[in-house]
């Protein structure tokens, strides 16, 4: 391993890792903030999806009260 470091002594850190395939923490902010959003989305359809056989409340009986 030692071989491998000198090969390479001007290249920055982040440069090999991304070389290795190793994400950096901005890669791995964005898939954490890609997959909440993901969560959120898949969440709100599976909502809908739930009451879709339901009637709403505009539909049915008058929920007003007075």
Do not use: F, N, Y
């Not at 071989?3 to 898939?31: K, L």
């Not at 969440?43 to 007003?64: F, I, M, N, R, T």
């Amino acid at each position: 391993m030692g071989e491998q470091e000198r090969e390479q002594p001007d290249t920055p850190s982040g440069i090999a890792s991304e070389d290795r395939g190793d994400p950096t923490t901005q890669q791995m902010r964005t898939v954490g903030q890609r997959r909440r959003e993901a969560e959120r989305k898949l969440d709100l359809h599976l909502e809908e999806a739930s009451h879709k056989g339901e009637p709403s409340a505009s539909e049915g009986e008058d929920h007003s009260e007075a």
